[in-house]
């Protein structure tokens, strides 16, 4: 297992923009990005292979999140044109195989979390 940071939360407008980052301890070869608001379940948000670059998202998501990861085991995700229901409790994953998924059980290393709130 790896250690994951996650850092870049905060609280911002309808309609605005954020970048999260995720710091790892350790080369890892799929990451993804989960999140879990209050009173529900932890829910896909987008992953990366980091080999490959072949990416996935959520279908609530795609368009305006974009995933990225770099050689110095950093993992982003710049979210734009944020609404109000993407307000949560976003969480870094790792897993040892470079494939990717969407399952949160099929990832090994988790993060504390880092909290988006979107609200006026």
């Known amino acids: 297992q790896v250690q994951l940071v996650e850092s870049g939360g905060g609280l911002v407008q309808p309609g605005g923009s954020l970048t999260l980052s995720c710091a790892a301890s350790?080369?890892?070869?799929?990451m993804g990005w989960f999140r879990q608001a209050p009173g529900k379940e932890r829910e896909f948000v987008a992953a990366?292979?980091?080999?490959?670059?072949?990416t996935a998202y959520a279908d609530s998501v795609k368009g305006r999140f974009t995933i990225s990861g770099d050689a110095k085991n950093t993992l982003s995700l710049e979210m734009t044109s944020l609404k109000p229901e993407d307000t949560a409790m976003y969480y870094c994953?790792?897993?040892?195989?470079?494939?990717?998924?969407?399952?949160?059980?099929?990832?090994?290393?988790w993060g504390q979390g880092t909290q988006v709130t979107v609200s006026t």
């Open positions: 350790g080369r890892t070869f799929s």
């Open positions: 990366i292979n980091k080999i490959s670059k072949t």
């Open positions: 994953a790792a897993r040892s195989l470079p494939v990717i998924s969407t399952l949160a059980e099929s990832y090994d290393s």
